[in-house]
């Protein structure tokens, strides 16, 4: 069955990969799918027919035969579940690997989301300069327990998962801020992330499209 | 082979239901699984006896045998998994059910989560009153696109799941602020998840143990 997933049709990044459908391409690399992409404008994905697919008007979708998802965890768990390669075969090691998804998602991401609120959609608030150095506090006091927890291994918990494929996406959009660079350790797990042969072909896919248009915001 | 979990010894909520054991203990009582907890105060969260189980320093905590899991979305989906009440049969309404987890922790949630932070961690800032409407508008934003998508349904995706254990978890942290009882929707979808007598028994479990001590925030 075709596996289809939406992408924005210019993404807000110019192709450094941070939109989330690089992190459903990962998944789809690291298991060898070929799927295709379907691009939506900023316009389009507010619509109904999107809406339809994504109640929250955003990208990426993933439609194969009947089944439509939204929500990259969901959707990279799918991926996960059915084919090798993102998740372990011992059953608690399994578990592991979810349970790191999820905190990429519910506990490294929020505050970090916090920060491109903070700068997009506050930047011109008279609290911005004053403001920005607390949600940056908050993003390294994560940041600081995740290191604690990695500590000299190459991955969370054993081989690489979906649950490193999911964190390494969440911590690559604090590199821009600086922050990443400040943990040194977490920022060769990314770099590691970033060497793996599957992560080259999402970024370089998403690059493709993103490069040859100007960034819309 | 025993389940343990834990919680805080005084929840900052007092007994309403919000710390995140509650979903915990209503995922076991959904599945009808006996459970132990094991409260940690605050201090001890901290420690490094607690961050080996949870490395940022939260609550709850799953163990069960030689497995140890953090982060409420991969322990609920662990249970949920594993024992009939939560998922359903078919592969792709599983499919789905687990995408509304994750959009109930990584799409809805964390705009929620930003109003907590607002008042309690910048509560005292010069710009708290002038930013917390935006940081509403953006809960509401989301509650609308939720309520769409619910329609007239009784639960997201025709069965309750556990997709809906964890949207209302989540919507329910909306209540105290009067934003929930705009959306009359999904208050009455709320009110649902509350009436069901596995929620009850997990309400009254962890009040029992909150009402009797005062709250300490």
């Known amino acids: 069955m075709t596996i289809t997933i939406t992408a924005f049709e210019r993404s807000p990044d110019g192709g450094k990969g941070l ?24 316009g389009a994905m507010k619509e ?89 506090d908050r993003i390294r006091h994560r940041l600081r327990e995740l290191s604690v927890r990695l500590g000299d291994a190459d991955w969370l918990d054993g081989a690489f998962s979906a649950g490193d494929l999911m964190m390494v996406s969440v911590l690559l959009r604090t590199r821009s801020s600086g922050i990443l660079d400040e943990f040194p350790d977490l920022a060769a797990y990314v770099a590691r992330g970033e060497a793996r042969p599957a992560y080259k072909r999402a970024f370089a896919a998403q690059l493709a499209i993103n490069a040859s248009t100007p960034p819309a915001g």
């Open 19 to 42: 939109a989330r459908d690089t992190r459903v391409r990962w998944a789809l690399e690291e298991t060898d799918l070929p799927y295709e992409v379907r691009f939506v404008s900023f």
């Open 48 to 136: 109904p027919a999107h809406r339809r697919l994504h109640p929250f008007g955003q990208i990426p979708t993933y439609e194969e035969g009947d089944l439509a998802l939204f929500e990259t965890g969901a959707i990279v768990f799918h991926i996960a579940e059915r084919h090798a390669g993102l998740l372990p075969d011992n059953a608690d090691a399994r578990a592991r690997a979810v349970m790191w998804m999820f905190a990429a998602l519910n506990t490294v991401e929020p505050p970090i989301l916090d920060l491109q609120t903070a700068k997009f959609m506050e930047g011109d608030k008279p609290w911005a300069a004053e403001r920005l150095p607390l949600v940056k």
